[in-house]
């Protein structure tokens, strides 16, 4: 690792500690060499308004996703970006943004499906470093371009497909991360207005009920392990050495549920289904359960 | 009004994104996004009169009124962490305010489609300005009517 991990005690709890940094943490770190700052919003226009000083910008729809395909980019794309960025393989990446790190936890699980190592989050992401009055700056920075390999992307270990989720029915718990009024199926779209949507509302069978928001704090920080494994193990009934899916609408709320069971609470095999509801919803003969109970999964 | 010609100021919004390349399309969308007017102080304590545009992804309200003379007034609201809706608002609120209730519904429902931001914002985000377009709209659709 090229710069050393942040000792709070408060990420010695977790699984993963190493994957978590504070924001003292990282304005004691900023300039460090071998050190990138990467900010990724759901808004596209955030960043420009002002930034964490030196932090790059990635954005979750026209830097991750491919324009015409669905699917993330290629890996010489993605090779490009990231040199573009200033990014070598070794470096130690920050990623943080709005949202309780929403999509910088999507990020993070597209940069995880490259191989890169040494990726972490900012505890409270951007919202935090704001509202404890830390300096940001409009200024773009100019990193120095690096050479990044072309790696192949591995789609087999924390991704799942929608055969992958049939196959799984009925052998493994899957957790579905949205929210309340969509697992139930009770909102669906209004006539006349584009959403992103799909053709049926409901969920899969024998998911959990889990939205994903409830593992942040108020504060936007992750909420500390106890509270996470009696939400996830208590309520949701997982347990270790448990094969986990989850899922949301298009995968990124879903980033942040792997984030939290992977590298907090230390489940070692978490995919996350990025065609998610959208895809499922709107599927010819996959089965789907309404209402607030998970309901039956038969095994295909 | 034949159907392709869009009122001038929604053309002008059109042909100024048009004549840029991506990242300063961003900036002319961040620039619409800090112009956006504050609310009418008569609006400003009664956030029940706005509608929420639940399509977007940030709270985005917006209120049309639609005058004696049958012109149209569009007010909107939203946060300044949300700037890119703030910049969607921005073009709606300029692009339709002072037309008349015939203009506004005769705006091409895919007029946001047309201003080159695809690519630069994502087709999926663009459809947060149809959303407000449309219940632009439907406002104004409902209120000629009293």
């Not at chain 1, 090229?2 to 709890?13: H, L, M, N, R, Y």
């Not at chain 2, 042909?15 to 840029?20: I, K, T, Y």
Request: aromatic share 8%; proline share 7%; charged share 25%.
């Amino acid at each position: 690792m090229a710069v050393g991990i942040d000792p709070s005690a408060k990420f010695a709890e977790y699984a993963h500690p190493e994957r978590l940094v504070s924001t003292q943490w990282l304005s004691d770190h900023l300039g460090d060499d071998g050190l990138a700052v990467v900010e990724s919003d759901e808004d596209v226009l955030l960043y420009e308004t002002g930034h964490i000083p030196t932090a790059v910008k990635i954005d979750w729809h026209t830097d991750l996703n491919d324009p015409v395909l669905r699917d993330f980019v290629s890996s010489q794309r993605f090779a490009e970006l990231l040199g573009e960025k200033g990014i070598a393989r070794d470096t130690t990446v920050v990623i943080y943004g709005d949202k309780n790190n929403w999509w910088a936890a999507y990020a993070l699980w597209v940069f995880t499906l490259f191989g890169h190592e040494d990726v972490r989050l900012l505890d409270g992401g951007r919202d935090k470093w704001i509202a404890e009055g830390r300096t940001i700056t409009t200024e773009a920075p100019r990193p120095v371009p690096a050479q990044y390999p072309v790696v192949p992307r591995d789609d087999s270990r924390i991704r799942a497909f929608k055969d992958d989720v049939l196959a799984h029915l009925g052998r493994g718990p899957l957790i579905d991360v949205r929210s309340p009024e969509e697992y139930s199926g009770e909102r669906t779209e209004i006539p006349g207005y584009p959403t992103e949507g799909a053709l049926r509302s409901g969920h899969i069978p024998s998911a959990a009920s889990v939205p994903w928001a409830r593992a942040a704090a108020p504060d936007a920080t992750f909420r500390p392990r106890a509270e996470l494994e009696a939400i996830y193990k208590g309520e949701a009934g997982l347990k270790d050495g448990d094969d986990v899916i989850a899922y949301c609408r298009i995968g990124e709320r879903s980033s942040h549920t792997w984030f939290v069971l992977t590298h907090l609470l230390g489940f070692e095999n978490v995919r996350n289904y990025d065609g998610s509801w959208t895809e499922w919803g709107s599927a010819v003969r996959v089965p789907i359960v309404t209402g607030s109970e998970p309901g039956e999964a038969r095994a295909a | 009004m034949t159907p392709s010609a869009l009122p001038a100021v929604l053309q002008e919004i059109k042909d100024e994104f048009l004549a840029l390349d991506l990242p300063d399309r961003l900036q002319l969308l961040l620039e619409f996004s800090n112009e956006l007017p504050e609310l009418p102080e008569r609006y400003r304590d009664h956030p029940d009169l706005l509608e929420r545009v639940v399509e977007c992804q940030s709270p985005v309200f917006i209120f049309a009124e639609v005058d004696e003379n049958d012109v149209v007034h569009l007010h909107a609201t939203a946060p300044r962490e949300s700037p890119t809706t703030r910049g969607f608002a921005s073009i709606v609120v300029q692009g339709l305010t002072g037309l008349t209730a015939d203009e506004v519904l005769a705006v091409p429902d895919d007029y946001p489609q047309e201003l080159g931001l695809a690519q630069a914002v994502s087709p999926l985000r663009v459809r947060g300005m149809t959303a407000l377009l449309g219940r632009a709209k439907h406002q104004v659709t409902v209120k000629r009517r009293r």
